[in-house]
């Protein structure tokens, strides 16, 4: 492996009610390398999307360290962090979380208000990005008045939007009919073939049967890598 994009090491996220501790992730290790493309599986409840959130440095772990591009993230302010995400970390989610009174241009244009560009430059490199996902002609349009895959389109343009080097998605299928969920797949193919790394929560076999690497959790364990 190149040097890893992505390394957990003895990584654990525990969550303290009360008496009892929820071990989330316990002494997780894990090295993801550039562009590799790897489905996160897993019973619900066994730390997939704590797992995520740590590797998109929107939580921090409560032992080891996260290092992302050989920089161990545990060192960083939250300023620092803010910059990381930006720059390197795009997000899917499973309900595109877009904003309601936007539309489909202004949603993809939200994470470049702090990249400094000016507007026209802004407005250039969203419309390419929709393009890129085939909504070139739905810029105007609002999630309400979209279906679900090009809703999703829209949140994968967004997440692309400032060329990260990652891709995390949490289930991005998951709300899709399987023939829309085969298009955004196809979708994320081609956004790993650019050479980006995917790293994809699924439930579902057909997903994951075509991501290269396969990690299964247990009671926030990985219980199988392959
Ligand atoms: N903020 C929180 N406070 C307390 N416990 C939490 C919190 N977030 C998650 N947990 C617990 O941590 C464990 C792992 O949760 P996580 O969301 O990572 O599961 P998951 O694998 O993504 O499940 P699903 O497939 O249902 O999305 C669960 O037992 C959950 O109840
Ligand atoms: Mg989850």
Do not use: W
Request: proline share 4%; hydrophobic share 40%.
């Amino acid at each position: 492996m190149a040097g890893p994009v992505i390394e957990l090491t003895e990584v654990s996220r525990y969550y303290y009610m009360g008496e009892f501790v929820i071990k989330a992730l316990d002494n997780v290790n894990v090295r993801i390398g550039t562009g590799e493309y790897t489905a996160i599986m897993g019973p619900s409840g066994s730390g997939k999307s704590t797992m995520m959130h740590l590797v998109g440095c929107l939580d921090t772990p409560t032992a080891g360290t996260i290092y992302i591009d050989a920089e161990d993230t545990s060192a960083l302010n939250e300023e620092d962090l803010a910059y990381l995400r930006n720059a390197k970390i795009g997000f899917v989610f499973q309900q595109f979380n877009l904003l309601a009174k936007m539309n489909a241009l202004e949603n993809v244009m939200t994470p470049l208000m702090y990249a400094g560009y000016p507007m026209r430059r802004r407005k250039e490199i969203a419309e390419n990005a929709l393009e890129q996902v085939g909504l070139g002609d739905r810029m105007k349009h609002r999630p309400n008045e979209l279906s679900g895959g090009q809703k999703q389109r829209i949140a994968i343009a967004r997440a692309l939007v400032n060329d990260p080097s990652i891709i995390l998605a949490d289930e991005p299928t998951g709300a899709l009919d399987s023939v829309t969920g085969e298009q955004i797949m196809d979708l994320f193919e081609k956004i790993n073939s650019q050479g980006k790394t995917v790293i994809m929560v699924t439930h579902d076999p057909e997903v994951s049967g075509r991501c290269k690497r396969v990690i299964n959790l247990r009671d926030g364990h990985i219980a199988e890598d392959r």
